[in-house]
């Protein structure tokens, strides 16, 4: 079992429509949650981080953490074609490994007019 | 307020040469990581430096090594170079007290 598994991509969703994207950790001691976009032959860019159960909204992000079942997603509301990108999923089990984050393999999500 | 820069942008090595990679964190970040990223993959975690020091590190041969110097800048170098070694090299530089931001990546070709 991977460590981090995020939902097989491709994605493709209409403009203006909700993008669901998620992820399962398999450490139940993990900690803090990142979610990274990374376009095409960039670096990930961090847009959202969580470290208590429950919703966190941003702008037009939002994350949501479950840690009674290791589960967490992140929801793009009025997806925009600059939406289109990879998005990463990372963990940080924290304690002794504070700062090593383990990836998923990322979603690919297309945004089409 | 500069991020975390990285360079070079791009390199090209043969098999069996030794290369390093460097890395300027954000200001006010102590803490620099390495990942290696491979086409299609996420990140893989190489190590972290913390005081000048390796605090972690991952699942990658001893041919990898690195250095943090006292103003938190960091060093990366791969030695005898394999075809498999070819990626992209994110650092990632934070602190206690924030999250982890990348610079722009090392895109390494061995050929």
């Known amino acids: 079992q991977k460590e981090v598994e995020q939902n097989s991509g491709p994605l493709s969703v209409p403009e203006g429509a909700i993008a669901s994207l998620n992820c399962t950790y398999s450490?139940?001691?993990?900690?803090?949650f990142f979610w990274y976009r990374q376009y095409s032959g960039k670096s990930p860019e961090l847009i959202m981080f969580i470290y208590s159960n429950g919703d966190k909204e941003d702008g037009r992000f939002t994350a949501q953490l479950n840690k009674a079942s290791q589960y967490v997603s992140l929801l793009i509301r009025d997806s925009q074609p600059s939406d289109s990108a990879t998005y990463l999923c990372a963990v940080n089990a924290g304690g002794t490994s504070y700062g090593k984050l383990t990836f998923g393999q990322g979603t690919i999500l297309t945004v089409h007019p | 307020d500069a991020g975390v820069t990285q360079s070079p942008t791009h390199l090209i090595k043969t098999r069996g040469q030794q290369v390093t990679l460097r890395c300027s964190p954000k200001s006010g970040h102590d803490t620099v990581s390495w990942y290696q990223q491979a086409l299609g993959q996420g990140p893989q975690f190489i190590f972290q430096y913390y005081e000048e020091e390796e605090r972690q590190r991952g699942n990658f041969p001893d041919r990898f090594s690195g250095h943090q110097f006292p103003n938190y800048s960091s060093e990366l170098n791969v030695n005898a170079l394999l075809l498999g070694d070819s990626a992209l090299y994110l650092c990632?530089?934070?602190?206690?007290?924030?999250?982890?931001?990348f610079g722009q990546g090392t895109r390494l070709t061995v050929v």
């Open positions: 990632a530089s934070s602190s206690r007290a924030h999250e982890a931001f």
């Open positions: 450490d139940r001691g993990s900690q803090s």
